[in-house]
């Protein structure tokens, strides 16, 4: 982990590095049949979706856009 990754996790910021964006769009792209996009908007709305989740979704979508 980064120092700047360890500083934003100490003040509990919900920024998610460009690696870990990567990482989820290779995962939905897996688990969508390569639709990132549309895997991304449509896991938004499980109702369980804890709050990093649904910020790293959305960092997905406006890397892919």
Partial sequence: MSVLQSVMKMFGSQ???PHEVRAEAWALG???MGEVL???R???LAPSLSARRTV???AVIRAYA
């Fill in 38 to 40: 549309a895997g991304a």
């Fill in 56 to 58: 790293l979704l959305k």
């Fill in 42 to 44: 449509s896991e938004l």
């Fill in 30 to 32: 897996s688990r969508h």
């Fill in 15 to 17: 920024w998610v590095s």
